[in-house]
T-cell receptor, first 117, second 112 residues
Framework: GAVVSQHPSWVICKSGTSVKIECRSL??????MFWYRQFPKQSLMLMAT?????????EQGVEKDKFLINHASLTLSTLTVTSAHPEDSSFYIC?????????????FGEGSRLTVL | DAKTTQPTSMDCAEGRAANLPCNHS???????VYWYRQIHSQGPQYIIH???NNETNEMASLIITEDRKSSTLILPHATLRDTAVYYC?????????????FGTGTKLQVIP
């Protein structure tokens, strides 16, 4: 089945640094990918929709200058957390949908856990 | 996306059937019901989906009421590995570009 992979699976960084998380669709092309954030014991919160070749669409309350999204190819979207602070520590998850798929299911990455010290 | 409501948590004895309900009273005619689950510290995993007929696959069964305002996910023989948070979502089938929002889900605890 379709596979979505994230890298890194976990990262620890110092406050003030930037961290990049990659989301790849391994066996299909995805013009649209989605980025979620999940805090402990909470549900997934949609952050933004990543569109290949164009600007991402951010959900209300999500700072686009803080969370930079680049979808430069049909198989890769990146999320960069700029000037990270401890409150940015979270589990970040991406998802993508194979075009023309008959089930309409979304495939999710394994998630990336960010810890900001 | 239509809003869904699920119980916060449920327990199920190992080997017994787990029945997880979901209410989606504002579902539109072209929206499907999807179920995903999330095991701790992993990305969500697709389980099953349906429009109006009951569906079954190797993982679970999905029972949708005739008026489509609610559904039940059935895990026929729950195992300890089924302990997870289960999310019920409604969305259109071809909505690859349609964003998906998650509710709070049901935390299923399978008890030995």
């Amino acid at each position: 089945g379709a596979v979505v992979s994230q890298h890194p699976s976990w990262v620890i960084c110092k406050s003030g640094t930037s961290v990049k998380i990659e989301c790849r669709s391994l066996d299909f092309q995805a013009t649209t990918m989605f980025w979620y954030r999940q805090f402990p014991k909470q549900s997934l919160m949609l952050m933004a929709t990543s569109n290949e070749g164009s600007k991402a669409t951010y959900e209300q309350g999500v700072e686009k200058d803080k969370f930079l999204i680049n979808h430069a190819s049909l198989t890769l979207s990146t999320l960069t957390v700029t000037s990270a602070h401890p409150e940015d520590s979270s589990f970040y998850i991406c998802s993508a949908h194979p075009p023309g798929g008959s089930t309409g299911e979304l495939f999710f990455g394994e998630g990336s856990r960010l810890t900001v010290l | 996306d239509a809003k869904t409501t699920q119980p916060t948590s449920m327990d199920c004895a190992e080997g017994r059937a787990a029945n997880l309900p979901c209410n989606h009273s504002t579902i539109s005619g072209n929206e499907y019901v999807y179920w995903y689950r999330q095991i701790h510290s992993q990305g969500p995993q697709y389980i099953i989906h349906g429009l109006k007929n009951n569906e079954t696959n190797e993982m679970a069964s999905l029972i949708i009421t005739e008026d489509r305002k609610s559904s039940t996910l059935i895990l026929p023989h729950a195992t300890l590995r089924d302990t997870a948070v289960y999310y019920c979502i409604v969305r259109v089938l071809s909505g690859g570009y349609q964003k998906v929002t998650f509710g709070t889900g049901t935390k299923l605890q399978v008890i030995p």
